[in-house]
């Protein structure tokens, strides 16, 4: 696991690459409980394409949008 977070927001961002099987997961969450913030990683350092992701909380699907060069999400309070 490493973080990916872009700094200025208060959120936290991880990488978790299983080796063995290749598979990645995003982590993503809000340590703010009062207010919504915006997360930021670059898609550079997770090596994963694309815009549509999975929540494994609530198994809904989950598109993640383009800013200068980030990819971004905008998170509720204190909220994954």
Known sequence: MRFIQNQGN??????????????????VANLDDKNQTLAAWDPGETGMEGSAYLDLLTEKDVVITGSGGMHTFLLEPGKP
């Open 10 to 27: 208060n959120f936290i961002a991880l990488l978790r690459h299983h080796i063995p099987s290749g598979k990645k997961l995003i982590i």
